[in-house]
Nanobody, 116 residues
Framework: QVQLVESGGGLVQPGGSLRLSCAAS????????MSWYRQAPGKQREAVAT???????AYEESVKGRFTISRDNAKNTVYLQMNSLKPEDTAIYYC??????????WGQGTQVTVSS
């Protein structure tokens, strides 16, 4: 079965950086698009970044120029490099694999807190 395990969250000061990782298993990772979502307290979950199987990327407007999504198909891992972090980036970050064949799959999430 599909399994997604996020890591790399933590507490960081405004302006700092974090790199999130999502280790995937149970499917042919290289064949599928992968996404990062986040959910802040009291808000709906929102898409942050997506990378296709071919490496094409897309970002939510507020993170453009600050976040970078990438993938390592040899390691079955997708990353989210987050720079110039702001307090409004505080949220639980989730890895997602969603397709007709896989269904909609989520990791357990990793907490990112941006605070001084």
């Amino acid at each position: 079965q599909v399994q997604l395990v996020e890591s790399g969250g933590g507490l960081v000061q405004p302006g700092g950086s974090l790199r999130l990782s999502c280790a995937a298993s149970g499917f042919t990772f290289s064949s599928y698009a992968m996404s990062w979502y986040r959910q802040a307290p009291g808000k709906q979950r929102e898409a942050v970044a997506t990378i296709t199987s071919g490496g094409i990327t897309a970002y939510e407007e507020s993170v453009k120029g600050r976040f970078t999504i990438s993938r390592d198909n040899a390691k079955n891992t997708v990353y989210l490099q987050m720079n110039s972090l702001k307090p409004e980036d505080t949220a639980i970050y989730y890895c997602n694999a969603n397709s007709y064949w896989l269904g909609n799959n989520w990791g357990q999430g990793t907490q990112v807190t941006v605070s001084s």
